[in-house]
């Protein structure tokens, strides 16, 4: 059979090493073979190709020291820096927070997690403690850890010198620059020599082919240039509506921390591809990130109308349901992905806490137990132990409660909501130095929670310390401003300290 | 007396001509300005209103202030509405190199735009027929114009780097005309990308803004105010301070808008639009900033509202019906009498001289003193008369090549000093030649360096007397220094300069001829028959001009200077009253030299991006870098975060000697660009009336296209 065609097949069977095994061969007798090289470049390529658009998470340093963003303080509900100040979603009271102090979402995704951390501290702790993947900077630590071309070992030295190459000679050839480029931007991750090619070939092609200039937009996007990425994805979106562009650019607005031009530009691209559930998705993602339940609900419905097995907007509204006090509703969504084929420890978690507070007990513990038996994470076994530990204090079974929440610190020894409740059955046994010293664990564990705060504060109350149960009030009320028993705890202590 | 109704420390420092107000919610008022650090704040008292409804919250003006980073030098603050319902304002912020306008209410862009020539000056509104409202921002040498999509419906060239922009309706038409102040102290309006007239002023112009009636108030970089009426300067006012900003706003309440000032060492004066009389005062503690008007309290009246450049903002209700036309602190009839008697005191004196002059003259003393007398007296005789008379003087090795005026009596008496103003020529606007006294003689010249061919009013003061006189007479007269007053004609074998302009004119030759002798500096009119042909030469070294006329109307002017062949044809054009005029030109010289700017202009482009991207994976290195070296300071692990922070100094060196790299790249850009935009619009000089717009309109598309061999053919016919 001609290696050629061989070496073909083989790229589309995606079996790339054995592909590159045969372009290399095929090099090595004719150096000048373009077919074998552009092949060769591409299965390597592929090899390491990441989907730039969703798997994308911004790095410590830009989240700390960039400053993109144009208002510093933002109308509630335009910014998606401070969560929580949308409209419609359920309060903190009763939607927990991530670990890193954000509503939780149905679905973990990249920027999920985030949440604008204070200090340098707070930043490089986070990621340690909720076991993040969050790069140091969106420019080096993923794609380095993502095993790109830097450990792929090449037996005699890379496949393409980028020092010696003519940039100017290969972006006049298409043929040959585009995958050239897809090499350099992927596989070498060499963003500021794939920005040139790029730049010279778009020149090239007298800046006709939108395709260079989403490329273009890339690159400048990878670099922190949000401004020039914004420029090049409207010039190439004026030329081609590509889904893609939409999503990227949207990507940059969001960057630029503004939800609601991002939101525009999803709706713009749904005029051209209307019921397109990628874009539909970025929109009720934005609203989620905005805490506006009831939008995001509605476009993951639209999402659904359009994909009925979109895995993602079915999990969102779920969650939604259940943080609603709907956990039948929710309860179906979950079936429904386990009909889809999700098998894993999470969504039978979610089951059993749909069907304890469904009262389908009978079905509660045994889908625990799945979940336990499917678990392959010390810190998802934490969490199922705390929900177990839930159930049971829902029941009233406080010792197998506090056995849960035990079991759950085994596996997780920074569970802060498990040392939370620990110390409130604690509290009601009497013993109060233990409570007391699980509260002040959950505080530095999680200091955005009300929680612990307000425990702590009630607890200080009835010992009489009344100046560290103010202290304590004023933090729960800071993370959580409408909780209402610790702004009347507040209001005694203020009297209180009035009299005195 | 008026007094501020409210006060306001905003603890942020102001950019001076950085402030506007804008309804971003289309309902309340925002006192927004550029501050320090590339930052603007937005001053929103209102929210907090709404929300104290219930009880006291304290009223801290912090909490009000919402920053806004830019994270660039701002240039330009305006607030707008971009639509044309006009109900939410859209805020506007240049900086060098690009324009943002953004919704504020909302947090979102609503563009953004590369602005490559710069933002000076921004206005928002509507611009002749065009329909929706535009954001106007001026450059260098350039003029732009926005709608709410970014879409440029508007451009053009002007001059020199614009300083100061408004919208108003000069010609009352009902339209808005543009009007632009520039460095090369020139106010032009435009109506829509047409010039309609042109007004040259002696500094740059820092301000201007709409007033009622047609008129428009501007302020110069000298510390100049004053008022346009149409194209005639109605008043004018001179103050050893700047005037930072200047705003309309009818103070006294009597339905007519003053001319408010805001000065650069804190003074606020409201002047009559009409005479330019002071009726109100106040002091800021510190330069004013800006001045805008706005209903800032949600009353129902609308407030002028001050600031200082270190956030000092008051505001100011127009006067009620009680004390109308009476702001200042004073008692009128008071001040009225203090000045009557001034003028009496110097009427008397007045005529105390007359008296003792008219006693010397009747009456021969006895002691035969007489001559003397007199000549103490200052009498002289009654046929004295002051003669001026304008010459070119070709200078030498120890003077500039000049226009020598000189003043001189007809008999013995004396020029003790002249006394000259004229605006635009001397420093200052005023010269005064004093000889000393050995020197003194009847005949008096003084060196004129008119540094523009533009006509020149020149106002003489002479003092003539007795040689040994101690009272002097005024002579007072007004000579007009022509347009072109630093030519010579030429020698004849001067050699014909490369470049050349040719139009045809309806005219005589005669009436040509006429203009010439009007407007160049000659010494006998020059007359011919048949083909009109003449060569002046430059004194400020811009070569040889020929004109040349023949009798059928051909007109050739030969000169290698684009900039005096376009004042030569703009002049001829008015004076023969032509509307619009083609004129084919034929610079090979300045061809040449743009086709090099332009190719540099591409240059410098294709080393930016990539100096850009070297600095962008630079700074992300440093920060990775620094992340690093602070995880390795928590962990305690010294020796890597040492090493860490050694690096980051290293690399933060080579990012600073990057930044100079494209600083300087970047400057020499800027000047490129200016270049090319002089070179435009030298070309619509070239042309009169509608060919000039052509001119422009279509030089602009050719850049845009990047077509620079149409852009040559359009400078030398006029046309694609």
């Not at chain 1, 019921?275 to 609203?287: K, N």
């Not at chain 2, 780097?161 to 520039?182: A, H, P, W, Y």
């Not at chain 2, 001050?306 to 008692?331: F, H, I, W």
């Not at chain 2, 100094?649 to 100079?660: H, P, T």
Request: aromatic share 8%; net charge negative.
């Amino acid at each position: 059979m001609d290696p050629m065609y061989m070496a073909y097949s083989l790229f589309r069977r995606r079996k790339f090493e054995d592909c590159i095994n045969i372009c290399t061969e095929l090099l090595e007798k004719n150096p000048y073979d373009q077919a074998a090289w552009s092949l060769k470049t591409r299965a390597l390529t592929e090899q390491v190709y990441v989907d730039e658009i969703d798997v994308d998470e911004e790095g410590i340093a830009e989240m700390l020291m960039d400053d993109n963003t144009i208002a510093q303080i933002t109308r509630p509900g335009t910014s998606l820096k401070k969560p929580g100040t949308g409209q419609g979603a359920p309060s903190a009271g009763v939607r927990p927070l991530s670990q890193s102090g954000r509503p939780l979402s149905g679905f973990v995704r990249p920027g999920t997690q985030s949440g604008r951390p204070g200090t340098m501290e707070q930043a490089i702790r986070t990621p340690r403690t909720a076991h993040t993947a969050r790069p140091v900077t969106s420019a080096s630590g993923r794609f380095v850890r993502l095993g790109t071309a830097s450990m792929l070992s090449t037996p005699d030295g890379p496949f393409i010198n980028l020092a010696r190459l003519n940039f100017s000679k290969y972006a006049a050839r298409p043929n040959l620059a585009k995958p050239l480029f897809e090499y350099i931007f992927h596989h070498e991750n060499d963003v500021r020599n794939a920005l040139e090619l790029a730049a010279l070939a778009t020149e090239a092609c007298g800046f006709k082919d939108w395709w260079w200039k989403v490329q273009l937009g890339k690159c400048y996007y990878r670099l922190g240039l949000y401004r020039d990425a914004e420029r090049q994805f409207k010039s190439a979106l004026k030329q081609q509506e590509m889904v893609d562009t939409y999503l990227y650019l949207c990507k940059v607005y969001v960057r630029l921390d503004q939800p609601l031009t991002a939101i525009d530009i999803y709706k713009q691209g749904l005029e051209k591809h209307p019921g397109e559930t990628a874009l539909l998705t970025g929109i009720a993602r934005i609203y989620e990130g905005l805490n506006d339940m009831t939008n995001a609900v509605k476009f993951y419905k639209q999402v659904l109308h359009n994909d009925n097995t979109h895995v993602e907007a079915i999990a969102c509204i779920a969650n939604y349901h259940f943080y609603t006090d709907q956990p039948e509703i929710a309860l179906r969504y979950y079936r429904r992905l386990l009909q889809m084929g999700v098998y894993n420890a999470e969504l039978f978690n979610n089951l059993g806490l749909c069907c304890f507070y469904a009262q389908q007990y009978d079905m509660t513990l045994s889908t625990f137990e799945r979940a336990l038996s499917l678990s392959t994470d010390d810190l998802l076994t934490a969490d199922i132990w705390y929900n177990i530990g839930q159930v049971a204090v829902g029941i009233g079974d406080t010792s197998l409660a506090l056995q849960c929440f035990r079991l759950a610190l085994v596996s997780n020894n920074d569970h802060p909501e498990a040392y939370n409740n620990l110390g409130v059955l604690e509290l009601r046994k009497g013993h109060l130095d233990q409570a007391r010293a699980f509260f002040q664990a959950a505080e530095s564990l999680a200091p955005h929670m009300f929680e612990p705060h307000y425990n702590f504060a009630t607890l200080s109350d009835q010992v009489g310390d009344l100046q560290s149960s103010y202290n304590a009030t004023k933090k729960a009320i800071e993370a959580y401003p409408e909780h209402c028993d610790s702004k009347e705890l507040l209001e005694q202590l203020k009297k209180h300290f009035s009299i005195l | 007396m008026l007094v501020p109704i409210f006060t306001l420390k905003l603890n942020h420092k102001i950019n001076p001509r950085m402030v506007t107000l804008g309804k971003y919610d289309g309902k309340h008022p925002n006192l927004t300005a550029a501050t320090t650090a590339g930052k603007v704040f937005v001053h929103n008292p209102h929210t907090r209103m709404a929300n104290a409804s219930g009880r006291a919250i304290e009223a801290s003006v912090d909490s009000d202030v919402s920053l806004l980073s830019i994270n660039q030098q701002v240039s330009a603050v305006c607030a707008g509405s971009l639509d044309s319902l006009g109900v939410n304002d859209v805020l506007m912020v240049g900086t060098q190199t690009n324009l943002l306008a953004y919704d504020v209410q909302n947090n979102t862009d609503v563009f953004y735009k590369d602005a490559p020539d710069g933002v000076n000056a921004i206005a928002v509104g509507q611009l002749g027929d065009i329909e929706t409202p535009l954001a106007i921002i001026g450059g260098n040498c350039s003029l732009q114009g926005y709608d709410s999509e970014g879409n440029d419906l508007f451009w053009t060239v002007t001059g020199d780097n614009v300083c100061s922009l408004v919208l108003c309706d000069v010609t009352n038409d009902g339209d808005k005309e543009l009007i632009v102040g520039s460095e090369d102290f020139d106010i032009r309006v435009f109506r829509k990308d047409e010039i309609i007239s042109e007004m040259t002023e002696t500094e740059a112009i820092t301000a201007l803004c709409s007033m009622a009636n047609n008129r428009f108030g501007y302020a110069l970089a000298n510390g100049t105010v004053g008022v346009y009426e149409n194209n005639s300067r109605y008043w004018r006012i001179k103050s050893k301070n700047q005037a930072v900003s200047i705003h309309s706003f009818d103070l006294n309440g009597d339905g007519v808008p003053e001319l408010i000032t805001g000065w650069s060492n804190g003074k606020v004066d409201a002047r009559s639009d009409r005479t330019g009389e002071v009726i109100f005062k106040d002091n800021l503690s510190s330069s004013v900033a800006g001045i805008v008007e706005g209903d800032y309290r949600m009353d129902g009246h609308s407030e002028l509202i001050c600031c200082s450049v270190e956030g000092e903002v008051r505001g100011y209700l127009p006067a009620s019906q009680e004390q109308k036309g009476n702001l200042m602190d004073t008692n009128v009839e008071q001040e009225t009498i203090r000045e009557l008697s001034q003028r009496k005191q110097n009427l008397l004196l007045e005529l105390k001289n007359y008296e003792e002059n008219a006693k010397a003259g009747q009456a021969e003393r006895p002691s035969g003193m007489g001559e003397l007398d007199k000549a103490q007296m200052g009498i002289i005789p009654a046929n004295t008369q002051l003669q001026t008379s304008l010459t070119v003087n070709p200078g030498d090795a120890n003077k500039p090549p000049h226009v020598e005026l000189s003043v001189s009596t007809t008999n013995d008496t004396i020029v003790r000093s002249v006394l000259i103003f004229a605006e635009g020529i001397f420093e200052g606007e005023s010269h005064v030649v004093h000889p000393s006294v050995q020197n003194l003689s009847n005949c008096l010249k003084v060196q004129v360096v008119p540094p523009k061919d533009v006509p020149v009013d020149l106002h003489i003061k002479a003092f003539v007397g007795g040689k040994s006189s101690n009272q002097y007479h005024v002579f007072e007269l007004t000579r007009q220094l022509p347009r072109f007053s630093m030519y010579l004609p030429c020698p004849d074998d001067t050699p014909e300069p490369k470049s050349s302009v040719a139009f045809t004119v309806n005219e005589r030759v005669q009436r040509v001829l006429m203009w010439i002798n009007q407007n160049f500096l000659l010494n006998e009119d020059i007359t011919c028959k048949g083909d009109l042909n003449i060569g002046f030469i430059s004194l400020r070294g811009s070569g040889p001009v020929f004109i040349n006329m023949q009798a059928n109307g051909q007109v050739t002017i030969k000169t290698d200077d684009l900039d005096l062949a376009g004042d030569l044809i703009q002049a001829i054009a008015n004076f023969l009253g032509i509307e619009d005029l083609q004129v084919t030109a034929d610079f090979p010289m300045h061809m040449e030299e743009l086709k090099n700017v332009l190719h540099k202009v591409d240059e410098f482009h294709s080393v930016r991006q990539k100096l850009t991207a070297e600095m962008a994976d630079h700074s992300n290195l440093i920060r990775s870098l620094v992340v690093r070296a602070e995880d390795a300071r928590l962990m305690g692990d010294m020796r890597n975060m040492r090493r860490g922070y050694m690096e980051l100094f290293d690399l933060n060196r080579d990012l600073i000697n990057g930044y100079k790299i494209r600083c300087t790249n970047h400057q020499e850009l800027l000047n490129c660009l200016k270049l090319v935009n002089q070179t435009i619009q030298k070309a619509g000089q070239l042309r009169v009336g509608k060919f000039k717009t052509q001119v422009v309109s279509s030089c602009r598309e050719a850049i845009k296209t990047n077509n620079i061999s149409a852009l040559f053919k359009i400078i030398k016919t006029g046309a694609s």
